[in-house]
C-alpha cells in the first residue's frame, strides 16, 4: 500500500517560514492535498491539488509537488499557524484515501 | 453556509454495532462524493470509508471492510455509517467530509480534497 512520510515536528520563529514534506514513491504524479488541524478541531483543507489555496486561505500558504517529496510552505508565519498539518493522497492503484502520519508546527 | 452534523456516536461493547449519520445543508449534496476520517485519541487521520454522489461507488480502508458500510440517501442529504463487530481500536472521532471536485484521466477517476469537514462524533469501544 502507499505510504506518506511527514516529519513528525517542525519549529519556526514568528516571521519566519516553515516547510513541511510529505515524502512517497514518485507522489509528484499524484495530487497531494494539506489539512490543518487546531487542537479539539476538525481538521481544514489549507492546500488542495498541489498548490491551490482554497478561498479564505491566506497566501501564506503554498505548495509544491515533484519527485518524490510534496512541500506545504507557510511563510510569516504567526502563532496561530501552531496546528498540526497533514498530507494527503488518492491512490489510484488501489482507490484508497491516503493520510500522511502529521506534523506538529511549533512556533517558537 | 455548507454545514455537516455528525450524529450517532457513544459507548458500545466489543462485537457491538453503531450507526453514524452525517446531515448535509448548503450544498447539492447528491452532486458531492462523502467521506468518513476517523482520529483516534492522540493520534493522526485515518481514512474510513467514501461514497460516490449517486451512491453507486464505495471504497474502505482494508482495517475496516466487511465490518463498516458506507451509504447515503440523497432525498435526506444525509450520509451514513454502519458499523458492525467493533473493536477497541475503532475508538475515534468520526468525522464525516465533503468530497471537492474530482477528476478522470486516462479512464482513471480520481477523488478530490475534503473541501468541508463536520466537528465530528465520538465513538468508543469498551466493556
Known amino acids: 500500500s502507499y505510504v506518506l512520510t511527514q516529519p513528525p515536528s517542525v519549529s519556526v520563529a514568528p516571521g519566519k517560514t516553515a516547510r513541511i514534506t510529505c515524502g512517497g514513491n514518485n ?60 498530507c494527503q493522497v488518492w491512490d489510484s492503484s488501489s482507490d484508497r484515501v491516503v493520510f500522511g502520519g502529521g506534523t506538529k508546527l511549533t512556533v517558537l | 453556509e455548507v454545514q455537516l452534523l455528525e450524529s450517532g456516536g457513544g459507548l458500545v461493547q466489543p462485537g457491538g454495532s453503531l450507526r453514524l449519520s452525517c446531515a448535509a445543508s448548503g450544498f447539492t449534496f447528491s452532486s458531492y462524493a462523502m467521506s468518513w476520517v476517523r482520529q ?42 454502519q458499523m458492525n463487530s467493533l473493536r477497541a481500536e475503532d475508538t475515534a472521532v468520526y468525522y464525516c467530509a465533503k468530497v471537492g471536485a474530482g477528476y478522470c484521466t486516462g479512464g482513471v477517476c480520481h477523488l478530490g480534497a475534503f473541501d468541508i469537514w463536520g466537528q465530528g462524533t465520538m465513538v468508543t469501544v469498551s466493556s
Open chain 2, 40 to 81: 483516534a485519541p492522540g493520534k493522526g487521520l485515518e481514512w474510513v470509508s467514501a461514497i460516490s454522489g449517486s451512491g453507486g461507488s464505495t471504497y474502505y480502508a482494508d482495517s475496516v471492510k466487511g465490518r463498516f458500510t458506507i451509504s447515503r440517501d440523497n432525498s435526506k442529504n444525509t450520509l451514513y455509517l
Open chain 1, 27 to 86: 507522489i509528484g504524479s499524484k495530487s497531494v492535498h494539506w489539512y490543518q488541524q487546531k487542537p479539539g478541531q476538525a481538521p481544514v483543507l489549507v492546500i488542495y491539488y498541489d498548490s491551490d489555496r482554497p478561498s479564505g486561505i491566506p497566501e501564506r500558504f503554498s505548495g509544491s509537488n515533484s519527485g518524490n517529496t510534496a512541500t506545504l510552505t507557510i511563510s510569516r508565519v504567526e502563532a496561530g499557524d501552531e496546528a498540526d498539518y497533514y
